[in-house]
């Protein structure tokens, strides 16, 4: 039974391009959270989605930032026109029950590089 | 607002020391549950434990061991004998009570370094 796999592990790119970070969740999830790990920094909540639908993105940037949980397929956090400060380690985590209060299972993370 | 502060940011020991790891927390509901995760140096996300607030007992796991004081406001991690392989970083984890769409506030994270 295979955990919440994210790839890539890691990803560089230049300013202004874009980021595509995907996770696929544990078998039998349906309730995919996004965390960002900023350096010297503990997680910070991004993004709750379910199946087609974005529950909470209150933790989510404005601008240049977006993600999706598509029908089929692993859910995807897009990031346009990076910049520095994105730079930082991007967690997905997976529950079959919404909510954080019976613990997720994290993925092993993507860290992002702008140069 | 919730906040989960971890004062000790880095702590340095010798193999089989004991080492205790600080966590208070603060929030305004009454039910709310606490997380410990371990961050290996190969950088995934580990769970260690989950209290609820009304669970007050102290839980032991092999050298771990969790004190949970809602008096202070804490929940402190004691590794007992610690070893090389417990070097990484701890963090504690705080969830509302707020169903489907609460969310975990972690602390900064502590970073353990434990030498032969």
């Known amino acids: 039974n295979a955990g919440v796999m994210q790839n890539p592990r890691h990803l560089v790119r230049r300013r202004g391009q874009e980021a595509r970070l995907r996770c696929s969740p544990m078998k039998g999830h349906s309730h995919v959270y996004w965390y960002r790990q900023l350096p010297e920094e503990g997680l910070k909540f991004m993004v709750y989605l379910q199946k087609e639908n974005i529950i909470d993105e209150s933790g989510m940037p404005k601008e240049r930032f977006s993600a999706e949980f598509p029908k089929e397929g692993p859910s995807i956090l897009r990031i346009q026109q990076v ?16 909510g954080s209060n019976y613990g997720y299972t994290f993925g092993s993370g993507t860290r992002l590089t702008v140069v | ?29 009454t039910t709310y549950y606490l997380f410990w995760y371990k961050q290996p140096p190969s950088g995934e996300l580990v769970f260690l434990i989950r ?18 004081q809602k ?35 972690f602390g900064k994270g502590i970073t353990l370094s434990v030498r032969p």
């Open chain 2, 51 to 68: 209290r609820n607030s009304f669970d007050e007992q102290n839980e032991i796991s092999g050298r771990y061991s969790w004190n949970f």
């Open chain 2, 71 to 105: 008096s202070t406001s804490s929940f402190n991690f004691t590794i007992t004998a610690s070893q090389v392989v417990d070097s990484a970083v701890y963090f504690c984890a705080l969830s509302d009570d707020t169903g489907a769409n609460s969310k975990l506030t």
């Open chain 2, 1 to 29: 607002a919730q906040k989960v502060t971890q004062a000790q940011t880095e702590i340095s020991v010798v193999e089989k020391e004991d080492v205790t790891l600080d966590c208070v927390y603060e929030t305004r509901d």
């Open chain 1, 83 to 98: 910049v520095r400060g994105d730079s930082a380690a991007y967690f997905c985590a997976s529950s079959i029950r919404g």
